[in-house]
């Protein structure tokens, strides 16, 4: 069965010019630790995000390393600054070959 995983991207409306600003993201995962039995006695295979990544064009803007303490649909909270337009890319990576991406794209004013 395939995870099914949405995530939730805030940027302000307006950026400006040189100002920082927040970006918070969330990603709505199930974060099994490969512990839990499920209804039948069987262990719930493991499958965490063990790793996100922020980039504004090529440049890396946030990296963090998730481990198995972190709670499922993990929340992130990072301040950029950005002096001219471009794409946000946004990565999130896990076991199983997991990747979700999404981009946004930013013009300061």
């Known amino acids: 069965m395939a995870e099914r995983t949405r995530s939730l ?3 302000p409306e307006t950026v400006l010019k040189g100002q920082p600003f927040e970006v918070r993201v969330t990603l ?9 039995p499920d209804g039948f006695g069987n262990v719930v295979p493991r499958s965490l995000v063990t790793r996100f990544e922020c980039k504004l064009g090529e440049a890396l803007v946030c990296s963090v390393d998730l481990h198995p303490a972190i709670a ?3 929340y992130l909270s990072f301040w ?3 002096d001219m337009p471009g794409t946000l ?3 999130w990576l896990g076991d199983n070959s997991f990747s979700h991406r999404e981009t946004r794209t930013i013009r300061p004013t």
Do not use: K, T, Y
């Open 9 to 11: 991207i805030h940027l």
């Open 28 to 36: 709505g995962h199930p974060m099994e630790n490969g512990l839990r």
């Open 72 to 74: 499922a649909n993990p």
């Open 80 to 82: 950029v600054r950005a």
């Open 89 to 91: 890319a946004f990565e």
